[in-house]
C-alpha cells in the first residue's frame, strides 16, 4: 500500500547559508529500521530536485533512533539574500514528509 | 561551587513574546535567564541602525523586555545573560542602566565586548560560501566573531545582574555559567560537549516546548496560545532535566527534545562552536515525568583554532507585488497576469521570481501538481540596485487592477533592504574580549 512519509514521521526544517538540513525521526522507535533501510539520500536529492541543487548527505543517530538530511545547494542564493517567499526553507519538512513510500508493513517486527 | 543550577531560556528570536520569560522568572525559581535575540543578519541590521543613530544598534525590543524583566529579575535573584547588545552593546547598558534607574533599582551591568572586528577586515578576505573576496559581494557593513564562553566568564566573575553581549555562539551563552557555577575545566572537552547540547537544546525557547513543532493531526500540543518556555536542571556533571513552568502551555517530551537537537545541525558527530566541538552521536532522552525530559550523554572533542566571522553587506533591494485570483480559471488568470508583468518588466532586473501561493510557491511545481486550489494569489519578487526600480515590481501588480486580467483582488506591494551575510574564518589569537562595567 501507498502512503507518505508523514504517516510515520515528523521532520524540522534547519538553514546555515544555502544548506538546508532535514531531520527525520519516526513517532514509533520501532520504525527507526524502516527508515534507514529505505530513505537513502539519493532517494531525498530525488523527491527534493526542484529544490535542491547540490550534494546529499544522511546522517544515522542509532541512539537517538533518527536521520539527518544535509542538502547543498538548495537555497537559491541563502537565507539572506533570496526572492523565495521562504527563504529559510522552514516549510521544506513538510516537503520531504510528502515522499511516498511502500512496503512500510513489511518493515515491522 | 554549585551541584545544581536552573536555567531558563525566555527568547529564542529577536521577536519573541516576552510574557514567557516573565513567567520563567516568576515561577521557574531560576538562577539565569538567557534571551537569545540574534539571528544571523540581524547584527547587520542593527549596524546600520547604529550609524544613523550612535545611541541605537541594540536590539530594537531591548527596552521593552528590560522594563518588564528587571522587577522579576531583582526580586527572584536571577542574573540576565543576553546578546541583546547586538551592534552596540554599550549603548544597550547605558539604556538598562537609564530604566534600572527609572525602576529605583541598583543593576550591575557587565557588557562583553570585542566581537565586533569590522576593523580588522581589509575586504580582500576569502569567503567561506564561495570563495570569493569579501568585498566582491557588496558594501561591507559588519564584520562580528562568534565568542564563545570564555569571553562571558569575566562578566559573571564582575558579580554583574546583567550580562550584555553582541554576537556570541547560542550555546555559548548557555555554557558560560555551567562552567562559572561549577568551575568547569575549559579543555574537559566531554563536559563543554554535554553543556553545549543543553544549551543547544535550550537556545530556540518555544521550538523544545512543543511550540514549533507542533502540528493539530500528527503532533498535537496543548493550549499553544500560552505556551511555556523551557528551563533546564544542571547538574555538575553535565547532566540535565529538561522542563517548563506549571500551568504553561505546550509539551516537552522525548519527541520535541529530538526535533531540536537535530535543528540546524549540519553534522551531529561535529558541532562547532568557539568553545568545543561537541558529538550529539550519544545524546539521548528519557522522560522522567510529564513534561520533565532528562538530557543523557554527549560528548566533545578539542576547540577549533579558528572563529567564525560573520560579514554584513549591503545586497540591494526587493520589491513584491502580490494579487489575488479566485473561482472558475483562477490558476489561469493569475498565470496570464504574471506572464504580463514578467513581459513588461522582468529585463530591468538583476534576479525576478513568480510564484503561485497556494500551489507551488513553497515547494516547487513538482510536489504540487496533483493539487488544485480554489483561490491563487500571485506573488512577483525582483531583485533591483536602487528602492525606486524595486518599488516598480509592486506597482505593475497592482496595474492590474484596471488592465487585467479579471478578478484580481487585494493587491499588496513591499519594499524591502536587503543585507547579505557570508563567513570568514579567523584565528583565536587575532580575537581579543574584554567587559565593561556600568552601574546604576
Known sequence: MKTTLSTLAHSRAGDKGNTLILSLIPFDEDDFDYLEREISAEKVKTHLKSQVKGEVLRYVLPELKALQFVCFDALSSGVTTSLAMDAHGKSLSYALL???????????K | MKEKIRVGCGAGFSGDRIEPAMLLVEKGNLDYLVLECLAERTIALAQKRKKQDPKAGYDVLLERRIESLLPLLKRHHTRLITNMGAANPLAGA???KE??????????????????IFGKITGNELSMEGKLPLESYGKLVSANAYLGAEAILPALQSGADIVLTGR?????????????????????????GKGTVIGHLLECAGQITGGYFADPISK?????????????????DGSAVISKVAGTGGAITVQTAKEQLLYEVIDPGNYYTPDVVADFSSVRFRELAKNQIQVLGGTGKPLPETLKVSVGYEAGYIGEGEISFAGAHALERAKL??????KRIAHQFEEFRIDYIGLGSLHGNELSRNHQAYEIRLRVAGKASSPALAQLVGEEVEALYTNGPA????????????LGVVSIL????????SINILES
Open chain 2, 407 to 418: 478578478g484580481g483582488g487585494g493587491a499588496r506591494k513591499y519594499v524591502h533592504e536587503v
Open chain 1, 98 to 108: 510528502e515522499m511516498e513510500i511502500e512496503n512500510f508493513n513489511d518493515g515491522r
Open chain 2, 99 to 116: 530604566i534600572a534607574q527609572k525602576q529605583g533599582l541598583n543593576v550591575k551591568i557587565a557588557v562583553v565586548l570585542g566581537d565586533d
Open chain 2, 94 to 96: 547605558a539604556k538598562i
Open chain 2, 337 to 342: 497576469a504574471g506572464e504580463i508583468v514578467e
Open chain 2, 168 to 192: 556570541v555562539a547560542d550555546p555559548s551563552l548557555f555554557l558560560a555559567p555551567m562552567v562559572f557555577e561549577f568551575g568547569w575545566n575549559q579543555s574537559d572537552f566531554d563536559l563543554m
Open chain 2, 426 to 433: 579567523l584565528d583565536r589569537k587575532e580575537i581579543s574580549t
Open chain 2, 220 to 236: 498535537p500540543i496543548p493550549d499553544m496560545h500560552i505556551l511555556g518556555h523551557p528551563l533546564a536542571e544542571i547538574n555538575k
